[in-house]
């Protein structure tokens, strides 16, 4: 039994949709998320910026005495988590095996469509893990750059709806019946990426299989957290603190969250 916070992170608000199913599904356990919003989208930005970026969340984190740490963030997940691994003896769970176990457990015409940011589509690795755990699955990754900015912004529902119409039209000839939100922003924009590949099509998110997986490691190493109270959560973001407890206080349905700005 162990009492330490689990440790979450991403480049920004997009993590939030990763905490919410970790809470769900371990209401006892503290959190503690880092959100780096200072410099996101981290997508379009080089591995070695990328890997330096995220090991100053990873040290914050484990400064905070965290038991595990989640890349809540797919970008990292794929870029960034083998080196900063090794750098610490503290378990960290990533997001794309989840998704690719999602996906190819999911589809039933064996075709996976995957949206992400662009340093996630360059890695292939969501074809690579899908295509491990079936090779017979086609997979179609398509980079969709102006999704996460668009969460954070917060635009209007009929901007959003345009942007994603436009960031999804070249997926539009492919027949995939199940869709990687391979993202952590972009489960908060779901209803506009159903809409726009129609309701034939199955989104997968993959933090729900995170807050699976997650629960399973800790039963696993008997670190779950050993009390009857429900847990105490804190985010911190390099950005404004303001503007993200706003939206953290919405999408999380949590009116008291109050987040904590960082240097
Ligand atoms: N939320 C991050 C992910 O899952 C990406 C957002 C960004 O580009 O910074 O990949």
Redesign the pocket.
């Known amino acids: 039994m162990d009492n330490r916070p689990i440790g979450l992170m991403?480049?920004?608000l997009?993590?939030l949709s990763v905490v919410k199913k970790v809470i769900a599904k371990m209401p006892h356990e503290d959190t503690v998320f880092w959100g780096d919003q200072a410099h996101?989208?981290?997508?379009d930005r080089k591995q070695d910026d990328i890997i330096n970026l995220a090991r100053t969340g990873l040290n914050f984190l484990l400064s905070k005495d965290v038991k595990v740490v989640i890349f809540a963030?797919?970008?990292m997940t794929a870029q960034a988590m083998p080196t900063l691994q090794a750098e610490t003896d503290r378990q960290i769970i990533g997001v794309i095996q989840s998704g690719a176990l999602l996906a190819a457990k999911k589809t039933h015409n064996l075709k996976v469509g995957v949206i992400?940011?662009t340093a996630?589509v360059e890695s292939r690795d969501y074809t690579k893990e899908i295509q491990y755990r079936n090779p017979k699955i086609e997979v179609v990754e398509q980079a969709t750059p102006k999704l996460?900015p668009l969460v954070e912004a917060n635009e209007p529902s009929a901007v959003r709806q345009a942007i994603v119409a436009e960031s999804l039209a070249p997926l539009q000839d492919y027949d995939f019946d199940s869709l990687v939100l391979g993202?952590?922003?972009y489960p908060f924009i779901a209803s506009e990426i159903q809409a726009a590949v129609g309701p034939q099509v199955q989104l997968i998110d993959p933090a729900d299989q995170v807050a699976q997986y997650t629960f399973n490691v800790l039963k696993r190493d008997g670190l779950l957290a050993d009390r009857t109270v429900v847990g105490m959560h804190r985010y911190f973001t390099t950005g404004k603190a303001a503007t993200f407890s706003h939206m953290a206080r919405a999408w999380l349905n949590a009116p008291g969250l109050t987040a904590e700005h960082l240097d």
């Not at 996101?40 to 997508?43: E, R, S």
Request: with cysteine; net charge negative.
């Open positions: 991403d480049s920004g997009g993590g996101m989208p981290y997508g963030c797919n970008t992400a940011t996630t996460a993202c952590t922003h």
